[in-house]
């Protein structure tokens, strides 16, 4: 029998995982000082792509 290739590598699964780890927690924490909550979602996402890329170089 041949063996399925993973849908998703290793890496790029744990470079994910941390991006919307982080990109959640900035959002609920943006949100729960009082931002409005479509600033906390934008804030949310800068930070899950300053994640993204800051894990891409340190892996």
Do not use: H, N, R, Y
Not at 20 to 37: E, N, P, Q, Y
């Amino acid at each position: 029998m041949d063996e399925e290739p993973p849908v998703l590598e290793l890496k790029a699964f744990v470079l994910l995982l941390f991006a919307v780890l982080v990109g959640c927690a900035t959002g609920v924490l943006t949100c729960m000082s009082g931002v409005k909550a479509p600033q906390a979602v934008i804030a949310g996402g800068a930070a899950a792509g300053a994640a993204f890329l800051w894990a891409k170089s340190v892996l």
